[in-house]
């Protein structure tokens, strides 16, 4: 019984642990144990950012938000701001996804233009709509210290992103008949910072790893206590009841009743080869799987 | 509706009603054979009396101590399995035996015969409208022999039902008689 409920639970485990890494979970997971880059120091390099890079730093500025609405069969609107990264040479742009409930700091941090998305007490219509469009061309929030993961965009959101860019003036686009510039279109990464508590992904990402080693210990152990029976009751050849030892050829009758849920014609039968009393040999057979392996 | 909507509906209800079409056809089937099996054990008593001389080969010289019924006892072994196991009880004033068997061949075979200890087994009993359902208790180990008056059966040996048997008198008997060995086991007096 506790083989059984032990490999359940191992293979539970393990499924669960393969649900989650089909969902890319892991990947998150084991990407929070990279170096983080800091994105505002001079040395760094922005065109060698990856995929789920960690990122942290502190963001004194960002350039307005834009939304975008994926539709995966499902539609869902994200809201973006737009973070501004000067560098010794040049000033580079990205989105950041703010998922941490900090909303209205970033609001405040935020170059804001006519194109950015309105919260949602200005689309209701609400009094103090005039105060926010007031604060246009303003900055006057705190700095925020922000850590997470590099994602990328996808070609859509990417459109998205410039198209914002360009209604915000960040960004010229060339006439049809000439070529892009690509050295200009470098400036704009197709990357946005999704924020993530770092040190809770890598508690995570460890203990997943323990479940994987439960779930494995568990599925093993199970497996190597059905084989260790196996043999034992191979090898078995008499059984000890009360400190006499009998052929287990003589006690096939009994175990053949158990097997059957007969266990009172088993009590019987046992009585009948041991000359135990009945009350003693009911006690046997209740355990009859301690001697008969 | 084309005819070929006609069709695919069809074997589509074929497909989903099939199975249970044949599970009524065999319920059926069998519910037939069993009644005009008992038709012809309630008159001719063929199955009772096959009881009557197997009990005599096994009881021997203590046959005639004892009135003798035929019960079973019904156990699930999964959701949709269960083994029926038949016992015939031979009893009288004093003492009860449980006598397990089974049919093969058209030969009934005696597995086991355990005389009912009252020094370490007690007896419970429930009369019902059908009859009666012992249960014997050894410690914390049970046998439960559910004794009808009209045992059921058509007469196969695959579902371990191989007697049909009329024995509403002697089922009367068993329940009179477990009254007076309650009323001796709570009183002292035989």
């Given at each position: ?227 260790f029976q196996k043999r034992r009751r191979e090898r078995q ?11 287990k ?43 008969w392996y | ?190």
């Amino acid at each position: 019984m506790l083989v059984v409920v032990a490999s359940c639970a191992g293979i539970s485990i393990l499924l669960l642990e393969f649900m989650f890494w089909c969902l890319g979970e892991w990947r998150i997971w084991m990407a929070a144990f990279r170096e983080p880059v800091d994105l505002f120091s001079s040395s760094s390099d922005l065109t060698q950012l990856e995929e789920l890079d960690v990122v942290r730093g502190t963001v004194r500025v960002l350039g307005g938000s834009y939304s975008y609405t994926y539709d995966n069969g499902i539609q869902d609107t994200a809201f973006y701001f737009v973070l501004p990264i000067d560098t010794a040479q040049e000033t580079f742009y990205m989105g950041i996804r703010e998922t941490r409930g900090r909303k209205e700091d970033f609001r405040k941090l935020a170059v804001r233009s006519k194109h950015d998305v309105k919260p949602m007490r200005i689309v209701m219509g609400n009094p103090w709509e005039d105060d926010f469009l007031k604060q246009e061309e303003q900055v006057l929030g705190e700095p925020i210290n922000i850590e997470g993961f590099v994602q990328k965009m996808d070609e859509n959101q990417y459109r998205r992103f410039l198209t914002w860019l360009e209604k915000s003036g960040y960004y010229e686009p060339e006439p049809s008949d000439r070529q892009i510039d690509e050295s200009q279109m470098k400036q704009f990464l197709p990357y946005f910072i999704e924020e993530a508590d770092i040190a809770y992904c890598q508690k995570a990402a460890k203990g997943a790893c323990l479940a994987v080693l439960a779930g494995m210990m568990l599925l093993a152990g199970s497996a190597a206590a059905v084989i260790f029976q196996k043999r034992r009751r191979e090898r078995q050849q008499y059984v000890t009841i009360h400190g006499t030892v009998y052929l287990k050829a003589h006690l096939e009758p009994v175990n053949d009743l158990v097997m059957n849920i007969e266990l009172l014609l088993a009590v019987q039968a046992l009585s009948r080869i041991t000359g135990l009393d009945m009350t003693a040999a009911e006690k046997v057979i209740r355990r009859w799987d301690r001697y008969w392996y | 509706m084309g005819s070929k909507d006609s069709l695919i509906m069809l074997l589509g209800m074929l497909i989903v009603g099939g199975p249970y079409a044949l599970l009524i056809a065999g319920g059926l089937f069998v519910n037939a054979n069993e009644k005009r099996y008992m038709a012809a054990q309630r008159s001719t008593g063929r199955d009772k009396q096959r009881m009557l001389d197997f009990m005599q080969i096994v009881m021997k010289e203590y046959y005639g101590d004892y009135t003798y019924v035929a019960g079973g006892n019904r156990i699930s072994t999964g959701r949709y399995s269960a083994n029926y196991y038949p016992y015939i009880v031979g009893f009288n004033e004093k003492d009860l035996v449980i006598i397990s068997y089974t049919a093969r061949n058209g030969a009934l075979i005696c597995r086991n015969v355990l005389p009912v200890d009252w020094n370490c087994m007690r007896l419970k009993y429930h009369v019902f409208s059908k009859g009666v359902k012992l249960i014997l208790i050894l410690g914390k180990t049970k046998l439960r022999i559910k004794v009808n008056r009209v045992v059921m059966s058509d007469g196969s040996e695959k579902f371990d039902t191989p007697l049909g048997i009329f024995q509403e008198n002697e089922v009367d008997m068993l329940i009179i008689s477990l009254l007076r060995m309650q009323k001796k086991t709570r009183t002292g007096v035989s």
